[in-house]
């Protein structure tokens, strides 16, 4: 919607609320006119109903204010003689257009004490529950939300299994631009598997002030610009989502608007200089290891290095006990029951099991493998004396390709070289021409919401000839650690403003093997309450918390006890 449509959907708002209360505005002893006035009327009407003033914030908040609305419906009803429980479920469902049947009654009775009103148990606790959903709301629109860590691309900076706390006020909590959706969901509803929200009609883009700007290698949680899914690893047509309803993403922006950028063998140059990363980032980069005498799993396990794939000759499967398997397996190799290779992760596969099923399983001692290390990592490998020598693996070779951002041809850049490019700033002029404008297309006509087209080698926006172009916002460029296994700006471009969800602060739980089924899960106690940010190895705050609340608990029993034997 335009601003032009909210302004006359805003004073149609006004006179059906007008419509619909004016009688029961001077039944309450106001004076009708109270009832037309923009804000003031819900001040007004808030009073009649017994409810606190500051509640008219609350009616300016996208989603929050759909619960509000049921909230004052319902108590206006009320206050007007309508107790019964489905009188309250018809002033829902009607949208609040029941209220009229009580306003164009002869004359309206005014409920003024609100101790004569009755409420059934039953609406007190669907009014308690109601109100915990506002206020979770509210904490999870303007405040933090929490997040799980799905995917490895920040490993091991981040873990999979993370449970995260997302501050929004960090960088200016964003005004949620759909106006109709689920409450506390994103854009799908549980169980039900259907969109969560209402593709109309949307707010503009607007932001409450920050509190600090983001930083280089500060770790973002974002809009997913080129999300065309509806669910995550769901395979389905593209669809279009709303600028909040995209998927969420978490990576390191290693970029500001404004940066030059390049990435050179795999590290990444900030304006020239090599970009220097907090010590608490674990950037992995992919090596191949060499050994003649085999490359033993145990070993490298033992260095803390589980980032790499196993592979088991079995001499005897079957069916039966490959379907028991199955569940271990990413892979298999072989083309006969005698020479059958299975490929899993680092975990191998359960002792147990393979007795249990008499598999004859002999691991398979590769004199190369291909390893997902940290620099100190590979380090480490290297000195050790039964490995002949480890190599880090980078793209050199460049040819064009349309895989990588800018996604055209003649571009060549890839995943271990790429650039220089520079990451647009809001106010900045850039010289357009037909070789430049792949990198900036998206911008001009996607995230910036211009017509863009080109015809006998010139360049028109919003259908002006011109050679130039002025940014509307900043832009960032976003990478994950784990370098060879993160899908990110490198593959499609830069990430604006006004996608910025928040910063991750705190790790409040961590689930290892989270993904592998429950009785898998182990929990990682030494990440439980620990930060994001800092510096240094990660200290656990778990064991405080759980003293203070220990403490606090032995004090409530204590104030119990004693007033107990006072009484």
């Not at 010289?431 to 010139?458: Q, V």
């Amino acid at each position: 919607m335009t601003g032009l449509e909210w302004i006359i959907f805003a004073l149609a708002v006004q006179l059906v609320h007008f419509l619909g209360t004016w009688k029961l505005y001077k039944a309450a002893g106001e004076p009708s006119w109270k009832a037309i006035v923009p804000v003031y009327n819900a001040i007004v009407l808030l009073k009649i109903i017994h409810r606190p003033k500051w509640w008219v914030v609350l009616l300016f908040l996208p989603v929050i204010n759909l619960m509000m609305f049921m909230i004052l419906w319902i108590d206006t009803v009320k206050h007007f003689g309508k107790n019964k429980p489905l009188e309250g479920v018809f002033a829902v469902l009607s949208l609040g257009f029941y209220i009229y049947s009580i306003n164009y009654q002869n004359t309206p009775q005014y409920i003024a004490d609100n101790s004569m009103i009755k409420r059934s148990a039953l609406s007190e606790w669907i009014g308690s529950i109601v109100f915990a959903v506002v206020a979770a709301t509210f904490v999870h629109n303007y405040f933090f939300q929490p997040y799980i860590i799905p995917t490895g691309s920040l490993e091991k900076s981040l873990l999979i299994g993370d449970f995260l706390f997302v501050s929004k006020f960090h960088y200016g909590a964003r005004i949620p631009s759909t106006t109709v959706a689920f409450p506390m969901v994103h854009d799908t509803l549980p169980l039900l598997k259907t969109r969560s929200y209402l593709k109309t009609p949307q707010l503009p883009y607007l932001r409450l002030p920050r509190f600090q700007k983001i930083k280089r290698n500060d770790i973002v949680v974002f809009n997913w610009p080129a999300d065309t899914v509806r669910r995550f690893f769901v395979k389905e047509a593209g669809v279009k989502k709303p600028l909040d309803k995209k998927s969420n993403y978490v990576k390191r922006c290693v970029g500001l608007a404004g940066d030059t950028l390049e990435i050179i063998d795999g590290f990444v140059y900030i304006n020239g200089k090599k970009n220097i990363l907090p010590d608490r980032a674990r950037v992995l980069y992919n090596f191949t290891a060499y050994s003649n005498k085999g490359i033993s799993s145990r070993k490298l396990i033992e260095l803390g290095i589980d980032d790499f794939y196993r592979h088991y000759r079995i001499e005897n499967i079957s069916q039966n006990s490959y379907e028991k398997i199955a569940p271990y397996l990413v892979g298999t190799r072989g083309n006969s029951q005698n020479n059958f290779t299975v490929v899993t992760r680092h975990t191998g596969l359960p002792i147990d099991l393979v007795r249990s099923l008499g598999l004859r399983v002999s691991e398979v001692l590769d004199q190369k493998k291909e390893l997902n290390l940290t620099l100190s990592e590979a380090k480490k490998m290297g000195e050790q004396n039964w490995i002949d020598s480890i190599v880090q693996r980078n793209q050199k070779i460049k040819t064009p390709n349309s895989s990588f951002f800018p996604n055209k041809i003649p571009f060549d850049w890839n995943q271990d070289n790429f650039g220089p490019i520079v990451i647009p700033s809001a106010g900045a002029n850039v010289n357009l021409n037909l070789s430049n404008l792949p990198l900036y297309k998206k911008i001009i006509e996607d995230y910036e919401k211009n017509s863009l087209t080109t015809s006998n080698n010139e360049i028109l926006i919003n259908n002006i000839k011109t050679d130039q172009y002025t940014f509307k916002q900043d832009y960032y460029w976003m990478m994950g650690d784990n370098r060879h296994r993160s899908e990110d700006s490198r593959f499609w471009g830069f990430v604006p403003e006004d996608h910025i969800v928040g910063k991750p602060v705190f790790i409040w739980f961590s689930i290892d093997g989270i993904n592998d089924g429950i009785k898998n899960w182990k929990i990682r106690w030494d990440r439980v309450f620990t930060t994001v940010g800092g510096s240094g190895e990660r200290v656990s705050y778990f064991p405080y918390f759980a003293a203070i609340v220990a403490l606090w608990q032995g004090y409530v029993f204590y104030r119990k006890r004693k007033r107990k034997n006072q009484a």
